[in-house]
Protein backbone atom coordinates (compact mmCIF):
# COMPACT_ATOMS: atom_id res chain seq x y z
CA UNK A 1 0.00 0.00 0.00
CA UNK A 2 3.06 2.52 0.47
CA UNK A 3 4.07 1.82 -2.80
CA UNK A 4 1.32 3.30 -4.27
CA UNK A 5 0.52 6.34 -1.86
CA UNK A 6 4.04 7.92 -1.49
CA UNK A 7 4.40 7.98 -6.40
CA UNK A 8 0.46 9.39 -5.65
CA UNK A 9 1.16 11.56 -3.42
CA UNK A 10 4.34 13.29 -5.43
CA UNK A 11 2.12 12.87 -8.61
CA UNK A 12 -0.51 15.06 -6.45
CA UNK A 13 2.28 17.73 -5.09
CA UNK A 14 4.22 17.98 -8.63
CA UNK A 15 0.84 18.83 -10.34
CA UNK A 16 -0.31 21.49 -7.89
CA UNK A 17 3.17 23.22 -8.04
CA UNK A 18 2.52 22.83 -11.93
CA UNK A 19 -0.74 24.37 -11.88
CA UNK A 20 0.72 27.34 -9.42
CA UNK A 21 3.41 28.11 -12.04
CA UNK A 22 1.28 28.19 -14.77
CA UNK A 23 -1.75 30.75 -12.78
CA UNK A 24 1.52 33.18 -12.06
CA UNK A 25 2.74 33.01 -15.72
CA UNK A 26 -0.53 33.94 -16.71
CA UNK A 27 -0.68 36.84 -13.90
CA UNK A 28 2.55 37.87 -14.98
CA UNK A 29 1.20 38.25 -18.54
CA UNK A 30 -1.80 40.23 -17.66
CA UNK A 31 -0.07 42.73 -15.84
CA UNK A 32 2.72 43.29 -18.54
CA UNK A 33 0.52 43.68 -21.07
CA UNK A 34 -1.79 46.27 -18.82
CA UNK A 35 1.23 48.14 -18.66
CA UNK A 36 1.96 48.18 -22.00
CA UNK A 37 -1.64 49.78 -22.75
CA UNK A 38 -1.18 52.09 -19.65
CA UNK A 39 2.02 53.29 -21.62
CA UNK A 40 0.78 53.86 -24.88
CA UNK A 41 -2.41 55.40 -23.40
CA UNK A 42 -0.41 58.33 -22.05
CA UNK A 43 2.29 58.43 -25.03
CA UNK A 44 -0.61 59.48 -26.91
CA UNK A 45 -2.17 61.36 -24.93
CA UNK A 46 0.98 63.62 -24.62
CA UNK A 47 0.82 63.99 -28.28
CA UNK A 48 -2.70 65.27 -27.91
CA UNK A 49 -4.18 62.57 -30.06
CA UNK A 50 -7.66 61.23 -29.93
CA UNK A 51 -8.67 57.89 -29.16
CA UNK A 52 -11.83 56.13 -28.80
CA UNK A 53 -10.70 54.64 -25.48
CA UNK A 54 -11.67 50.16 -25.78
CA UNK A 55 -13.19 49.01 -22.41
CA UNK A 56 -12.00 44.97 -21.87
CA UNK A 57 -15.64 43.37 -19.87
CA UNK A 58 -14.82 41.83 -16.66
CA UNK A 59 -15.11 38.36 -15.90
CA UNK A 60 -12.78 37.52 -18.78
CA UNK A 61 -10.44 34.18 -17.83
CA UNK A 62 -6.82 35.68 -17.80
CA UNK A 63 -5.84 34.17 -21.36
CA UNK A 64 -8.53 35.91 -22.73
CA UNK A 65 -8.00 38.86 -20.99
CA UNK A 66 -4.66 38.87 -22.20
CA UNK A 67 -6.05 38.31 -25.87
CA UNK A 68 -8.19 41.65 -25.02
CA UNK A 69 -5.46 43.60 -23.89
CA UNK A 70 -3.27 42.56 -26.54
CA UNK A 71 -5.73 43.65 -29.70
CA UNK A 72 -6.36 46.77 -27.17
CA UNK A 73 -2.50 47.55 -27.30
CA UNK A 74 -2.39 47.17 -31.83
CA UNK A 75 -5.54 49.45 -31.53
CA UNK A 76 -3.77 51.86 -29.67
CA UNK A 77 -0.39 51.54 -31.44
CA UNK A 78 -2.17 52.07 -35.42
CA UNK A 79 -3.44 55.14 -33.73
CA UNK A 80 -0.17 56.76 -33.54
Not at 2 to 12: G, N, W
Not at 19 to 29: G, K, R
Not at 44 to 66: A, F, K, P, T
Amino acid sequence: MKKIIYPALALLTFGLATNNVLASDYADEVRDAERSVTAIEKHLDSLNIQYNSIEIESGLNRSQEVRALEAKYDYLQNQI
